[in-house]
């Protein structure tokens, strides 16, 4: 599936520096996973499926959920 594996190399180039490398292993082992968590990245994502991304997506993307923002630029107001 090409979703997959552009999160799984989008992942890899994330973590191509040692400093990038050592921050993800640090929060990993701080935060309760373990530092080892990430070589199993791939193989997590591989394990979703189609049938699960609906059943998540239906549970969060509903009306009742929705949020309406409205923005404007201060820019061009009279007494800005």
């Not at 400093?19 to 292993?25: E, I, R, T, V």
């Not at 791939?42 to 923002?69: C, Q, T, W």
């Amino acid at each position: 599936f090409p979703v997959t594996i552009d999160l799984k190399s989008a992942f890899a180039r994330n973590l191509q520096s040692i400093s990038a490398q050592a921050g993800l292993s640090s929060a990993n082992e701080l935060f309760g996973p373990g530092f080892r968590v990430q070589d199993m990245y791939g193989l997590y994502i591989d394990a979703v499926r189609k049938e699960d991304v609906i059943r998540v997506a239906g549970e969060y993307l509903n009306v009742s959920r929705a949020v309406v923002a409205v923005t404007h630029s201060s820019k061009g107001q009279k007494g800005q």
